[in-house]
Nanobody
Framework: QVQLVESGGGLGQAGGSLRLSCAASGRTFGSYTTGWFRQAPGKDRDFVAGISRSGGSTDYADSVKGRFTISRDSARSTVYLQMDSLKPEDTAVYYC???????????????WGQGTQVTVSS
């Protein structure tokens, strides 16, 4: 099993940047494909970005492509989501998730963090 803890959320301005971190417990974090999802009030939870176990492959939702970057530091068992050119519609609770399979998206993720709020003001 793996436990995930997100951090780095908060208030950002339109056009600005925020970086989210997802710290994982366990020495086998490198065995997990990792993704970021988000859920806005009254909406479904949506895939945002994902990264393969090696970090060599990534995938992004069209809505964030070119603005968000996912990366991982296996030595620190941490995955990051760099969010640039923020928009008010990026406002949501962001969740980190992990799965043992190799598929990034669409896929069922088995482990989830508690979420971190991101609010973008116009």
């Amino acid at each position: 099993q793996v436990q995930l803890v997100e951090s780095g959320g908060g208030l950002g301005q339109a056009g600005g940047s925020l970086r989210l971190s997802c710290a994982a417990s366990g020495r086998t974090f490198g065995s997990y494909t990792t993704g970021w999802f988000r859920q806005a009030p009254g909406k479904d939870r949506d895939f945002v970005a994902g990264i393969s176990r090696s970090g060599g492959s990534t995938d992004y939702a069209d809505s964030v492509k070119g603005r968000f970057t996912i990366s991982r530091d296996s030595a620190r068992s941490t995955v990051y989501l760099q969010m640039d050119s923020l928009k008010p519609e990026d406002t949501a609770v962001y969740y980190c998730a992990a799965r043992s399979g190799i598929l990034i998206h669409p896929a069922t993720y088995d482990y989830w963090g508690q979420g971190t709020q991101v609010t973008v003001s116009s």
